[in-house]
């Protein structure tokens, strides 16, 4: 079973940059998909961002396409969002996300492992 920790949130301006970080622990972290969901106040969780389990494929939501990069490094049990290009309703409670069952994140269905999340938010 694999436990996630969520870091590097905080506040920023339009335009800005920030990158999550997604601590894994567990020795299978390796073959999980992961992912990255996210809350804005008032809405339900949507996803933003998946990868396989190599991080060789990579797959975003259409409002994120192009300004985030969702990236792993399995040697340090890690999972990363770096967040380019900033927008106010970026806002939301960013979430990292792990499955065993392939294919699913793929298409933005998250698995039952999650982390306890952290905020961002974009000033304008």
């Known amino acids: 079973q694999v436990q996630l920790v969520e870091s590097g949130g905080g506040l920023v301006q339009a335009g800005g940059s920030l990158r999550l970080s997604c601590a894994a622990s567990g020795r299978t972290f390796s073959s999980y998909p992961m992912g990255w969901f996210r809350q804005a106040p008032g809405k339900e969780r949507e996803f933003v961002a998946s990868m396989n389990w190599s991080g060789g494929s990579t797959y975003y939501a259409d409002s994120v396409k192009g300004r985030f990069t969702i990236s792993r490094d399995n040697a340090k049990n890690m999972a990363y969002l770096q967040m380019n290009s900033l927008k106010p309703e970026d806002t939301a409670v960013y979430y990292c996300?792990?499955?065993?069952?392939?294919?699913?994140?793929?298409?933005?269905?998250?698995?039952?492992?999650w982390g306890q999340g952290t905020q961002v938010t974009v000033s304008s």
């Open positions: 996300n792990a499955d065993r069952t392939p294919g699913r994140l793929r298409v933005g269905i998250p698995g039952d492992t």
